[in-house]
């Protein structure tokens, strides 16, 4: 996969978890690091606080990166307000953002506004939530992209394409009216396609 565009553009990376967006998300930036591009690199935060992070994805591959409460810390950032991160917009080439469907619907309009500006915007996150119902602002990220990559995981039941985060909390699939975030609890997910192959007993 490479970038067809020149100038600010906005390329969005889907799929459900495992399906290889961080690790999508990490090559494209680091191609353009060896490069010698200027990269931002912005995550969530857990907590209300932003730190100096790293993107990961479940192979191991890193990225440092900002751990960043919302999409105001990000704008913060890029205005040279952070200690994390000097650099103005029009200093910076590419940004990339990992667990894009964290952001709230201000990620929105600050995406677009630094693609006008020129940069190179790159977003990994799930589109669907572990309903399988549009999870956040993807839905409109998607429509506004001038790239879209839906990618898939295996599904380590029955071997087919998936394309749905299952959730599971104790192991039992969670039920539709859980909520999206649920903190704290003992929970795991896997990859499914749209017909699910549950593995008996
Ligand atoms: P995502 O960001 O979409 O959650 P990652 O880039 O973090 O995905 O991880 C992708 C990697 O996860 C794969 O390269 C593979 O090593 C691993 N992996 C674990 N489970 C699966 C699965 N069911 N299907 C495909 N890859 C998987």
Same mark, same amino acid.
């Given at each position: 996969l490479r970038s067809p565009y020149s100038g600010g553009h906005l390329e969005v990376v889907v799929g459900p978890m495992f399906s290889g967006k961080s690790e999508e998300l990490?090559?494209?930036?680091?191609?353009?690091?060896?490069?010698?591009?200027?990269? %931002?690199v912005f995550k969530p935060a857990i907590d209300n606080r932003y730190h100096a992070?790293?993107?990961?994805?479940?192979? /191991?591959?890193?990225?440092?990166? =900002?751990? =960043?409460?919302?999409?105001?810390?990000?704008?913060?950032?890029?205005?040279?307000? /952070?200690e994390l991160l000097s650099?103005?917009?029009? /200093?910076?080439? =590419?940004?990339?953002?990992d667990e894009a469907q964290f952001f709230g619907p201000e990620l929105v309009p600050l995406v677009?506004?630094?693609?006008?500006?020129?940069?190179?915007?790159?977003?990994?996150?799930?589109?669907?939530?572990?309903? %399988?119902?549009?999870f956040g602002s993807m839905p409109e990220l998607l429509a506004r992209a001038e790239s879209v990559d839906k990618l898939t995981a295996i599904c380590t039941v029955c071997g087919a394409p998936a394309t749905r985060t299952q959730r599971l909390i104790g192991g039992q699939p969670a039920r539709f009216d859980d909520p999206v975030v649920?903190?704290?609890?003992?929970?795991?997910?896997?990859?499914?396609?749209?017909?699910?192959?549950?593995?008996?007993?």
């Open positions: 990490i090559r494209r930036l680091t191609r353009s690091l060896i490069a010698r591009q200027r990269v %931002a992070s790293e993107v990961a994805s479940h192979a /191991g591959r890193t990225l440092e990166a =900002v751990a =960043v409460p919302d999409a105001q810390a990000i704008r913060a950032q890029l205005s040279g307000q /952070g650099a103005a917009p029009e /200093g910076v080439d =590419v940004i990339g953002i677009l506004e630094l693609a006008d500006a020129g940069v190179r915007v790159v977003l990994a996150g799930l589109d669907l939530d572990f309903r %399988a119902e549009p649920l903190v704290g609890a003992q929970e795991s997910y896997e990859a499914l396609p749209r017909a699910p192959h549950r593995a008996q007993g």
